[in-house]
């Protein structure tokens, strides 16, 4: 599979952390976390993302809350210029406050991850693979050029496996 | 997960597009991501896979003028017709069995045949001096390298 960071598709890990995922799509992913460390990395974020979002119930709505409801926009007509200015910054209960710090969270990393136009990966899948046997020819071939390189005294050094190949030295 | 030599050539950055030979497997296997690698490495025995990566290493270590020459004569000789480049493989392996003070004197004899001019170089491998000291195999060995191979 080809990271998906490299591919710029991060949405797919967002996908796979969201449970979003089809079995087949979530199965492929979770070969390549185990050897890709940065999608690791950004998989397990969006997982305590979610499972904190996961983690919050919404307390069960009072039979009395239209009745309070209104009472408490009467009582906000009723406020002083003063009050109305500094509302907003007055300290946020913490049942209220975690999750939306969690979802703003989650839509701040969506959009880094959308943004990044650099690859995160140490090393980027390159699309062309070449065959270890077709290296090993290549790796003869060189080996059998550069000791007949036409131009050293000596035979350079070998980096053929066959270490008898350093006959000069 | 192993160590793979990621040491990428450095290239010669102040030569021409035009004059920069192709890029040969190596460069492309160096391009490819560790995974990549090591997922091919993979299909082939531990102690051959081992080895291959302790050549990538010594290619990537080599001098970046020294390897960019070499790229170019790898060009050059995939460039020659299959059936050269199989004559001067099967005389590579047949120099590789002699024995060391054999080498020697092949390999001398094939660098001093490379650079004579054609019709000295004719003569020289037609010489009774030449028949003389070298067996037909290492003949056969010293035309066949001396002609085929890319200077």
Known sequence: MICPIQIRKPEMLLAYAAGDLDPESARLLEAHLAGCSACREIAKDQATVWKALDGWEAPPVSPDFNRRLYGRIDQGLQLSWWERLTRPFRPMPLRQALPLTATAGLLLMAGLLLQHTRPLAPAAPSGEIVRADQVERTLDDLDLLHQFNGTAATAPRSFGPDRSCFWYS | ?151
């Open chain 2, 1 to 151: 997960m192993a160590a793979v030599a990621t040491a990428r050539p450095q290239q010669a950055q102040d030569r021409p597009a035009a004059q920069q030979p192709a890029e040969n497997p190596i460069d492309r296997w160096n391009r490819m991501s560790p995974e990549e690698r090591e997922r091919e490495l993979a299909k082939l025995p531990p102690a051959r896979a081992k080895e291959i990566r302790q050549r990538i290493r010594r290619y990537n270590q080599m001098h970046p003028e020294e390897q960019q020459a070499l790229r170019q004569r790898y060009q050059t000789f995939s460039q020659l017709p299959a059936e050269q480049q199989q004559i001067v493989r099967q005389r590579w392996r047949e120099f590789r069995q002699l024995s060391p003070p054999r080498r020697i004197a092949v390999r001398r004899e094939i660098d001093q045949i490379r650079r004579l001019p054609g019709a000295e170089r004719q003569a020289r491998l037609n010489s009774e001096e030449f028949r003389s000291r070298f067996s037909a195999p290492e003949q056969q060995m010293i035309r066949d390298l001396s002609i085929y191979l890319p200077k």
